[in-house]
């Protein structure tokens, strides 16, 4: 399973577009990229998966670059209810993805 | 549709009991997880089933942890003795498909003093 690096955290505003960075170098072709969102006393929740180009839901926005070596989550308009911890990770969805490998996440403040 | 459940929120228990933590899972999913965190670290992976099966159990740290999933239903994840090292978090998640986004639990905290 390819290795991610994101920023530790992160500031912003309400209403302001939040845009969190994932690094994964070493991603595989078969690799797809996945998004989960923390709350504080919850488990994950999933908010968004891509394999290539952008993908768009009613929670955010996933753009890829062609060479697939990073992504960027796209939270719009954020509010304070945003503020978690956000996960990025990539994995093979055709063999076997059956384990999720978590890294240290991005801490999100949304500040009024 | 009902969320995946995990009971207890909390648990305290002291250094060499008995803990049963218990998940069930969004009905007619047949994957279902354990992931934990333990304090100061990232969640981790512990044993995937599908149905009763088990079919990945590589990251349960140690023989004190017992896992079931009797009749493909709910699971209990035992641990026996309970050392301070296995305070933490524990979550479930269960998937219909083996390869999309998972639903996690709120998670069970336990603390062993």
Same mark, same amino acid.
């Not at chain 1, 993908?55 to 209810?81: G, H, M, Q």
């Not at chain 1, 093979?92 to 999720?100: A, E, S, T």
């Not at chain 2, 969320?3 to 994957?31: A, W, Y």
């Given at each position: 399973?390819?290795?991610? /690096?994101?920023? *530790?955290?992160?500031d912003?505003?309400e209403g302001?577009e939040?845009?969190? /960075?994932?690094?994964?170098?070493?991603?595989?072709t078969?690799d797809y *990229? /996945?998004w989960?969102?923390q709350? @504080?006393s919850?488990? @994950?929740?999933?908010?968004?998966?891509g394999y290539k180009?952008?993908? /768009?839901n009613e929670v955010a926005s996933?753009f890829i670059p062609?060479d697939?070596?990073?992504?960027?989550?796209?939270l719009?308009?954020?509010s304070?209810?945003?503020?978690?911890v956000?996960y990025?990770?990539?994995g093979?969805m055709g063999?076997?993805?059956?384990?999720? *490998?978590?890294?240290?996440?991005?801490?999100?403040a949304v500040? @009024? | 549709?009902?969320?995946v459940?995990q009971?207890?929120?909390? =648990?305290?228990?002291e250094?060499?009991?008995?803990v049963t933590l218990?998940c069930?899972p969004?009905?007619?999913?047949?994957?279902l997880?354990?992931?934990r965190r333990?304090?100061?670290?990232e969640?981790?992976f512990l044993?995937?089933?599908v149905?009763e099966?088990?079919?990945?159990?590589?990251?349960m740290p140690?023989?004190?942890?017992?896992?079931?999933?009797?009749?493909?239903?709910y699971?209990?994840?035992k641990?026996q003795p309970?050392e301070?090292?296995? =305070?933490g978090?524990y979550?479930?998640?269960s998937?219909?498909?083996?390869?999309?986004?998972y639903?996690?639990?709120s998670?069970t905290r336990l603390?062993?003093?």
């Amino acid at each position: 399973l390819a290795k991610t /690096t994101q920023p *530790i955290s992160m500031d912003s505003y309400e209403g302001q577009e939040v845009n969190i /960075t994932c690094s994964h170098n070493n991603i595989a072709t078969n690799d797809y *990229i /996945t998004w989960y969102q923390q709350f @504080p006393s919850q488990g @994950p929740r999933f908010i968004i998966q891509g394999y290539k180009t952008k993908v /768009t839901n009613e929670v955010a926005s996933l753009f890829i670059p062609a060479d697939r070596k990073s992504s960027t989550l796209s939270l719009p308009r954020v509010s304070l209810s945003d503020t978690a911890v956000y996960y990025c990770l990539v994995g093979d969805m055709g063999g076997g993805y059956n384990k999720l *490998i978590f890294g240290a996440g991005t801490r999100l403040a949304v500040h @009024p | 549709e009902a969320g995946v459940t995990q009971f207890p929120s909390h =648990s305290v228990i002291e250094k060499g009991q008995t803990v049963t933590l218990r998940c069930d899972p969004i009905s007619g999913h047949d994957n279902l997880y354990w992931y934990r965190r333990v304090m100061g670290k990232e969640i981790k992976f512990l044993l995937h089933f599908v149905k009763e099966s088990k079919q990945d159990e590589s990251g349960m740290p140690n023989n004190r942890f017992l896992a079931e999933r009797t009749g493909g239903t709910y699971s209990t994840l035992k641990v026996q003795p309970a050392e301070l090292e296995d =305070s933490g978090v524990y979550f479930c998640a269960s998937s219909q498909e083996l390869n999309y986004g998972y639903t996690f639990g709120s998670g069970t905290r336990l603390t062993v003093v």
